[in-house]
């Protein structure tokens, strides 16, 4: 059967073959489309594979024939792909040559970052092109391409909207041939091939005009009468021809050749020689006027720095005098704090002789005292108390099953999350972050059920939650907790091949510039005692309430933020996975420049997130193919919290109107990240 589908994901096989799934939508019947149950009609997992597929671009449209796909997963593979060309409708802008002024000068349009080749939909009622658009990261689409001379127009062409995934779309369902033509080359190419077309047609009519805009007029009304889809085009380029010559004569285009026929004549020569002497004589006077004006501002600016150095001198003068004053006072009361001293060490001296000469008196006033001083001294010894472990962490008997590659990766993180109750695309969100070695932080109802699952899927396990009080200020504060701080879980990390995870649940029950910053700090300079552990990795989750502190902005240089959302588990149990230290999946790709330079093109409030934007995109890439996934995990897990934190609410709002919010979302995810962050 004839199906429309969306294409829902790519990659490439072990033989390196362009790979796609695409997600059947409607059954392209005679006369009606029939919605398809996906899931229903092409198990096991609801879609189609597609092999060989070299024009697969993730969420675009495809029309294609679905046959049988005998032995594999999917029961269905793709036959004889066609790619659909989306219908853009822009009609709000007018007609197809302001619609193409619009698209040159670029127009807000939702979707992926990229080019992409769609119909055009313009006033009254006609559909241009294909033609291509490229749209950036900011969601700008501007016209780009070459051929653009000859774009196929469709009048009264009839489109139809498709629902994917809670969006609308349009596309053309009839098979009509063009019914005419535009030109939406430049303006000045247009205007040529105007002039060549008006030409043509004018001696083909026996009319030898002497200007160019009777020129077009008279050829228009010759092509009027003509028909044909050429002569549409003709038409076409000689109104935009017309409008660009409105206000212009054909002397205009002569000035440069008149004037200089003109200032050849004897008569207007000697005139223009005349003028010039005249010229250059109060060009003369005008400047010597000034010169002098100029000269007698800088003698009276000359008395005033003279008259200003007098009055500096005499108050330096004073000011000595002052000085002088002040250095004796100074002497003085030096001389009485040494009397202070001497009395003070004389008094002293006579109390150690007094104690000296009456030590039962003494004793007795210590027996008086030592109530008051116990609890005293008890606090003061339990600072002295060694910052050992309260007790071991084991994770010598620890095992999972081996993950080696990304496929691999994703089914593990996946059934744990499932199994869990969390988002399992957010775990490959935590999983860049840990390769990036910046400090995941999840956020929300799922916050710590998203780093155990992971804990889980990829360190068998080997998980150690620290609980944050609002007593941890320092990090040393976070050696010493029930059931072994960072210390112990660095010991016991040391001798594992594998990732091993420490969890500060709640951190900001207490300042994080205090007790985590820094830890951060010398952790990535390689002068803290974890960085002995070649595989722990530190993560936080926050938390919401009274007992909490505002979060500092410097910890997003360190750390990414992730907001898993709880779903509902599954009763499902998982195996333990385990990723090896020497594993590739810890390796990050090549640095996505363009996607993080348009960011902070967006966003230059956030130029000091440069190295962690690197860093994190370096390790998006790879797990993620299609840049806006990698544009818009960069935009929540460090702009956003970084714009929350550092920037005032009015600064905020500044900078989303700066960056563009056509949807309103960006402001709606700052205040939900101010109400979760302050």
Not at 33 to 54: K, T
Not at 234 to 249: G, Q, V, W
Not at 465 to 494: C, E, F, M, R, T
């Amino acid at each position: 059967m004839k199906v429309l589908g969306v294409v829902q994901w790519t990659d490439r096989d072990k033989r390196g073959s362009a790979i796609a799934g695409v997600r059947p939508l409607i059954e392209l019947q005679k006369g009606e489309w029939r919605p398809i149950n996906a899931a229903e009609e092409f198990p096991s997992q609801g879609q189609v594979f597609w092999p060989n597929a070299q024009a697969a671009v993730e969420d675009s449209l495809v029309i294609f024939r679905a046959e049988s796909n005998a032995g594999q997963k999917d029961e269905f593979k793709v036959v004889e792909p066609k790619p659909v060309y989306e219908v853009l409708d822009l009609r709000r802008y007018g007609t197809a040559a302001e619609v193409r002024a619009v698209l040159i000068d670029g127009v807000r349009l939702p979707g992926p970052v990229g080019t992409v080749r769609a119909l055009i939909w313009c006033k009254p009622d006609a559909l241009v092109g294909p033609v291509e658009l490229n749209r950036v990261a900011t969601g700008t689409a501007r016209l780009v391409g070459t051929n653009l001379h000859r774009l196929s127009m469709y009048s009264g062409a009839q489109v139809r909207p498709v629902h994917v995934d809670h969006s609308e779309r349009l596309l053309r369902v009839d098979d009509a041939g063009p019914s005419g033509y535009v030109d939406w080359d430049d303006d000045a190419v247009v205007l040529r091939r105007a002039l060549e077309a008006a030409v043509r047609v004018a001696k083909q009519s026996g009319h030898d005009p002497g200007q160019t805009k009777r020129q077009i007029e008279d050829a228009a009304r010759a092509l009027a009468a003509q028909g044909g889809p050429d002569a549409q085009l003709d038409r076409y380029r000689l109104e935009r021809a017309l409008s660009l010559l409105e206000n212009t004569e054909a002397v205009a285009r002569n000035a440069g050749d008149l004037a200089e026929r003109l200032r050849e004549h004897p008569a207007i020569k000697a005139a223009l020689d005349e003028v010039e002497a005249k010229i250059r004589t109060d060009v003369e006077q005008s400047a010597r006027a000034e010169l002098d004006r100029g000269l007698a501002r800088e003698r009276a600016s000359l008395k005033d720095l003279v008259d200003a150095h007098a009055r500096a001198k005499l108050e330096l003068e004073t000011s000595e005098a002052e000085l002088r004053k002040l250095e004796g006072q100074l002497a003085d009361a030096r001389n009485q704090v040494a009397g202070a001293a001497k009395e003070a060490e004389a008094a002293v001296d006579a109390r150690v002789l007094a104690a000296i000469d009456r030590p039962l008196d003494l004793l007795a006033e210590v027996s008086v005292l030592r109530p008051f001083l116990g609890n005293a001294g008890a606090s003061r010894a339990a600072v002295g108390t060694s910052t050992s472990p309260s007790s071991k962490v084991d994770w010598s008997r620890t095992r999972g099953e081996d993950v080696k590659d990304k496929a691999a990766l994703r089914r593990v993180l996946t059934s744990v999350a499932r199994a869990r109750g969390v988002d399992p695309v957010l775990l490959l969100q935590v999983h860049a972050a840990v390769v990036a070695r910046l400090m995941p932080i999840t956020l929300g109802p799922g916050a710590l059920a998203a780093l155990t699952a992971y804990a889980h899927a990829v360190c068998a396990g080997r998980v150690l939650i620290v609980h944050v009080s609002p007593g941890a200020i320092q990090p040393h504060d976070l050696d010493d907790v029930p059931g072994g701080g960072l210390l112990a879980a660095a010991s016991a990390a040391k001798d594992v091949t594998g990732l091993s995870l420490v969890v500060l649940e709640g951190a900001n029950r207490a300042p994080l510039e205090g007790a985590v910053v820094p830890l951060l700090q010398l952790t990535e300079l390689g002068l803290s005692p974890l960085a002995a552990a070649g595989g722990l990795r530190l993560t936080a989750s926050l938390v919401a309430g009274a007992t909490t502190v505002p979060v500092t902005p410097q910890v997003w240089s360190h750390a990414a933020a992730i907001y898993p959302d709880p779903i509902t588990p599954s009763a499902v149990s998982t195996a333990a996975g385990e990723v090896a230290l020497t594993s590739d999946l810890l390796l990050p790709a090549d640095e996505p420049a363009d996607v993080i330079e348009a960011l902070l093109d967006a966003w230059p409030d956030c130029r000091e997130l440069r190295p962690a934007m690197s860093r994190f995109g370096s390790a998006l890439a790879r797990l993620y193919d299609d840049a806006p996934r990698i544009s818009d995990a960069l935009l929540h897990g460090l702009v956003f919290p970084y714009v929350a934190t550092a920037l005032s609410a009015e600064e905020q709002a500044e900078a989303v109107d700066k960056a563009g919010d056509p949807d309103g979302a960006h402001a709606q995810a700052l205040r939900r990240l101010r109400r979760r962050l302050a």
